[in-house]
T-cell receptor
Framework: DVKVTQSSRYLVKRTGEKVFLECVQDMDHENMFWYRQDPGLGLRLIYFSYDVKMKEKGDIPEGYSVSREKKERFSLILESASTNQTSMYLC?????????????????FGPGTRLTVL | RKEVEQDPGPFNVPEGATVAFNCTYSNSASQSFFWYRQDCRKEPKLLMSVYSSGNEDGRFTAQLNRASQYISLLIRDSKLSDSATYLCVIKNGFQKLVFGTGTRLLVSP
């Protein structure tokens, strides 16, 4: 069964703290993604990775960085948390289609981490 | 203009009703189209892909109109368990999915 896990369901941090959000998938997927979801704005892509040690900026990378040292793990880092980073953070993964080398259509999501920055 | 636009709803329907949602997209080069479902406080999950010829999965029918750049989702014989937010999703380029903000459906007894 497909499984994407995130390290915390709820997290409360203070402004200026460094925050690590961890995501692990056990499906041997090449592609991993970090989104944030806010009311009225939907899911917005922060960063994604299509291979170990590879990363690509999404639509809203400012204030975030990522790390992919192992295939199954993709970490999102908030170097200095700010109140406008209070949000639901969702990790997802997908396969790379073997012939086209593009990601397959289905992204599998983790349960999300609700981060509050005070 | 947003890349994907949906009516946020909520759509309130009784059990057994038929309900339809539309979604418009702005990028005519969009390659693939999907509907994801998101239950309250849960993660999104793929409901169905949307093919050019239209496709059906049980009570759910998806349609794509490339000329007018919209996709639709029709739900027949609504069940209480269909209550959720339905996300319109398009795929551009190599990896990226672009999500709409979702349409909320409430099915009542």
């Amino acid at each position: 069964d497909v499984k994407v896990t995130q390290s915390s369901r709820y997290l409360v941090k203070r402004t200026g703290e460094k925050v690590f959000l961890e995501c692990v998938q056990d499906m041997d997927h090449e592609n991993m993604f970090w989104y944030r979801q806010d009311p009225g704005l939907g899911l917005r892509l922060i960063y994604f990775s299509y291979d170990v040690k590879m990363k690509e900026k999404g639509d809203i990378p400012e204030g975030y960085s990522v790390s992919r040292e192992k295939k199954e793990r993709f970490s999102l880092i908030l170097e200095s948390a700010s109140t406008n980073q209070t949000s639901m953070y969702l990790c997802a993964s997908s396969l790379t289609a073997p012939r086209t080398l593009t990601s397959t259509d289905t992204q599998y999501f983790g349960p999300g981490t609700r981060l509050t920055v005070l | 203009r947003k890349e994907v636009e949906q009516d946020p709803g909520p759509f309130n329907v009784p059990e057994g009703a038929t309900v339809a949602f539309n979604c418009t997209y702005s990028n005519s080069a969009s390659q693939s189209f999907f509907w994801y479902r998101q239950d309250c406080r849960k993660e999104p999950k793929l409901l169905m892909s949307v093919y050019s010829s239209g496709n059906e999965d049980g009570r759910f029918t998806a349609q794509l109109n490339r000329a007018s750049q919209y996709i639709s989702l029709l739900i027949r014989d609504s069940k209480l368990s269909d209550s959720a937010t339905y996300l319109c999703v398009i795929k551009n380029g190599f990896q990226k999915l672009v999500f709409g903000t979702g349409t909320r459906l409430l099915v009542s007894p």
